[in-house]
Nanobody, 128 residues
Framework: QVQLVESGGGLVQPGGSLRLSCAAS????????MGWFRQVPGKEREFVAA????????YYADSVKGRFTISRDNAKNTVYLQMNSLKPEDTAVYHC?????????????????????WGQGTQVTVSS
């Protein structure tokens, strides 16, 4: 099992930026596909972005494309989500997740049940 701990959430004004971090335990982090999802009360978790083990392939939800960037540092066992031009509709709890099989098929990675391990989440609130 992989332990995942998110940080970096907070309150930001519309148009602002935040960078989320997700620190992972274990020595095989570099083999995992990593994803970010978000969830608001009463709704299912929504796919945000995913990144391959090498960082060479990334996927984004249409709603964040061009504004968010996912990246990873395998030496630090950490995956990041840089969020720019934030909108009120980006308000949610953001969770990182690990796919230990290293899949990179888009139709799989947009589904939360594809992932094996989840962090507790960090709250992002976009409001003036």
């Amino acid at each position: 099992q992989v332990q995942l701990v998110e940080s970096g959430g907070g309150l930001v004004q519309p148009g602002g930026s935040l960078r989320l971090s997700c620190a992972a335990s274990g020595r095989t982090f570099s083999t995992y596909t990593m994803g970010w999802f978000r969830q608001v009360p009463g709704k299912e978790r929504e796919f945000v972005a995913a990144i391959s083990w090498s960082g060479g392939t990334t996927y984004y939800a249409d709603s964040v494309k061009g504004r968010f960037t996912i990246s990873r540092d395998n030496a630090k066992n950490t995956v990041y989500l840089q969020m720019n031009s934030l909108k009120p509709e980006d308000t949610a709890v953001y969770h990182c997740a690990a796919d230990r099989d290293g899949n990179m098929l888009y139709y799989l990675l947009i589904r939360s049940h594809e992932y094996d391990d989840w962090g507790q989440g960090t709250q992002v609130t976009v409001s003036s």
